[in-house]
């Protein structure tokens, strides 16, 4: 049967590194209190010249060298990010004029962490549709614009970076099954109060800090374990397979004691979770694409894989893809 699969992926993360040491020296925190809470001990974020576009156009053009597919016969560019470079037009147009992708149809799509399981699960819907697409997915986010540097409960957190998948037709390897899913209920807990059409940029009377990320960390937690692991148990049942068959777990990388809680609950051995959280931090919806491409690069990722990769973000947004390599 025709499976929507990954026939290429790429990733670029930007030059500068941010070490929890620096940190130290911008906010009251300590490499011991990142370190033990997060995992994570650098990140990377751009500098002069290092724009969304370019990290995302480089994740891309890797992807489609791999995939070997020409950028002219792209039909659809999907961009994962609320972080582009401009508020229009979408990211995913930048990237297909530097691709000088004219075939495509481009647009970017808002599913903040959740958004490269989002796309690939677009993806997977059109090439069902017709198998001869050939899609590109992204994932990208310059966390730091959008990065409070004097609050140390999320200053810690982010970085930036780009991933990219392409999704072509394939009858062997692809996409088993796709589980997506949104709680809006309390999603003023990890949030961007102002620069949307109700607070503008430049409204009066509206403080600095509201243009950037705002979270409740300790309460958004509990959120991500328990939907990342509704996400895993549901899209493993709909594949008709159990934790334990699976051979690569590629979860989004928020912090690693969330990583370890659901790889824990689910009963996957850490030996098969894919981790880089201490190089890149959170990089919202290139964490996993940078993951993928890292592990597939590195070797550790092999043909016939049994792969679960699971997100959870802002909105809030949670879903699970299980494909097979
Ligand atoms: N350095 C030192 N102390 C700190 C820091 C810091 N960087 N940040 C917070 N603290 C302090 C707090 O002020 C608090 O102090 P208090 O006890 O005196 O009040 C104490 O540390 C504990 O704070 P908590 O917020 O309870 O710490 P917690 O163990 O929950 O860790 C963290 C915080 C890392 C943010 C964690 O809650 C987390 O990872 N949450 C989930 C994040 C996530 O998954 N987000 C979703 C995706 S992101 C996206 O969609 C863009």
């Not at 099954?177 to 949307?196: E, F, I, K, M, R």
């Not at 403080?207 to 939907?227: D, Q």
């Not at 790889?263 to 979770?273: D, N, W």
Request: proline share 4%.
């Amino acid at each position: 049967m025709i499976k929507a699969a990954i026939l290429g992926t790429g990733r670029c993360v930007p030059k500068k590194i941010l070490t929890n040491a620096d940190l130290e020296k911008m906010v009251d925190t300590s490499d011991e209190w990142i370190t033990t809470r997060t995992g994570i001990k650098e990140r990377r974020i751009v500098s002069e010249g290092e724009t969304w576009s370019l990290l995302a156009t480089e994740a891309s053009r890797q992807a489609l060298e791999m995939a070997q597919v020409a950028p002219q016969d792209l039909d659809i560019i999907i961009a994962a990010t609320f972080t582009s470079d401009y508020r229009l037009p979408a990211g995913a147009c930048l990237v297909q004029q530097a691709l000088k992708a004219y075939k495509a149809t481009a647009f970017d799509l808002a599913g903040a962490c959740t958004g490269f399981i989002y796309g690939l699960s677009i993806a997977e819907k059109f090439i069902k549709d017709n198998p001869k697409l050939k899609i590109l997915v992204i994932g990208a986010e310059v966390l730091s614009a959008v990065t409070n540097w004097e609050d140390r409960s999320t200053c810690v957190l982010f970085g930036d970076g780009a991933g990219a998948a392409v999704v072509g037709a394939d009858e062997e390897k692809g996409i088993l099954s796709v589980y997506t899913g949104s709680d809006p209920t309390v999603w003023d807990l990890l949030c961007v109060p102002a620069g949307g059409s109700l607070y503008p940029p430049f409204k009066e009377g509206v403080p600095k800090e509201e243009y950037f990320v705002k979270m409740k960390g300790n309460e958004v937690f509990k959120y991500a374990v328990r939907y990342m692991e509704e996400a895993a148990r549901t899209v493993l049942e709909k594949a008709g397979l159990e934790p334990k068959d699976i051979d690569w777990f590629i979860p989004h990388q928020a912090n690693i004691r969330i990583i370890n809680m659901v790889a824990k609950r689910l009963g996957i051995p850490l030996e098969k979770v894919i981790v880089n959280i201490e190089k890149y931090g959170n990089t919202s919806a290139a964490t996993i694409p940078i993951a993928l491409d890292e592990a597939v690069r590195e070797g550790k990722i092999k043909r016939g894989d049994l792969i679960l990769l699971d997100a959870f973000g802002g909105g809030f947004t949670y879903g699970a893809i299980v494909l097979k390599w």
